[in-house]
């Protein structure tokens, strides 16, 4: 199934389809409302109806008729219809551009505004380190941290990564262990390490959800048993680092 979605431009009173801007936009070219008119497919009366009503509807006229000359008249545009069919065509393109995404977005699986975890961070690439086959990107959050995601060289080039880019970091909740105290300079395998207060527990049988409060405003959220909670004796406002490891952080934009 494949996302469309249909475009006008509409004002106070009046709305303009894909088929009045291309009747404008043959005007233009032909100069002619009945050439015009037999290329959307539509009857010389049909498209005179149809600009009388844009005409009569728009802030500005839209069309005026021209009399007399060696062609024997015509029709024309005012700048006020060509601003018109630039704005449409801006929006159509910008439409397209949306909806791609949103396919890629489908093929792979994700969906932006549905993914299936809450650890979904707003950031800025501070910097794009490429190997042989994959590429490490520095990530800052909003307060300052920072996260490292290995992609493939291929991903870089298809989301067109670029330092000082906005994008987005997503971790999975199980994919972070949990560390008590401030632990961002112990030696440990996991490059990502973001320190942070417990502002919350939710328990739930034999799982509980942790919710951590980063320095910049932003939650960090992991998954754990209920029984690991309380081996750590963990409670809210305790100073934590979440650790996890830099292929586990995927990256949209």
């Keep these: 199934m494949k996302t469309d979605v249909k475009l006008w431009l509409k004002s106070e009173y009046s709305s303009f389809d894909a088929k009045r801007i291309k009747l404008l936009e043959k005007i233009e ?123 493939t060289r291929d991903s870089v080039k298809r989301l067109g990564l670029n330092q000082g880019d906005r994008t987005y970091a997503l971790v999975h909740e199980s994919s972070i262990s949990l560390l008590k105290g401030d632990g961002r300079n112990l030696a440990v395998s996991a490059r990502n390490r973001l320190f942070g207060k417990v502002s919350r527990i939710t328990s739930a049988g034999v799982s509980a959800e942790v919710e951590i409060r980063l320095p910049g405003g932003q939650n960090i959220y992991i998954t754990m048993t209920a029984a690991s909670i309380d081996s750590m004796d963990l409670q809210e406002d305790h100073e934590v680092t979440a650790l996890f490891k830099a292929q586990n952080v995927m990256i949209l934009k």
Aim: charged share 25%.
């Design 29 to 151: 070219e032909t100069g002619s409302m009945s050439k015009a008119a037999k290329v959307v497919g539509m009857s010389y009366k049909a498209a005179w109806d149809a600009i009388d009503k844009m005409n009569n509807l728009a802030e500005e006229p839209l069309v005026i008729k021209v009399t007399g000359g060696r062609q024997g008249g015509g029709s024309t545009l005012t700048p006020f219809a060509r601003e018109l069919i630039k704005t449409f065509y801006n929006l159509a393109e910008a439409r397209d551009r949306t909806l791609e995404q949103l396919e890629d977005e489908k093929r792979t699986g994700i969906s932006f505004f549905m993914a299936s975890t809450k650890n979904l961070f707003s950031c800025h690439v501070q910097s794009i380190v490429s190997g042989d086959v994959n590429a490490t990107v520095g990530l800052k959050l909003r307060g300052g941290d920072m996260l490292a995601a290995v992609v």
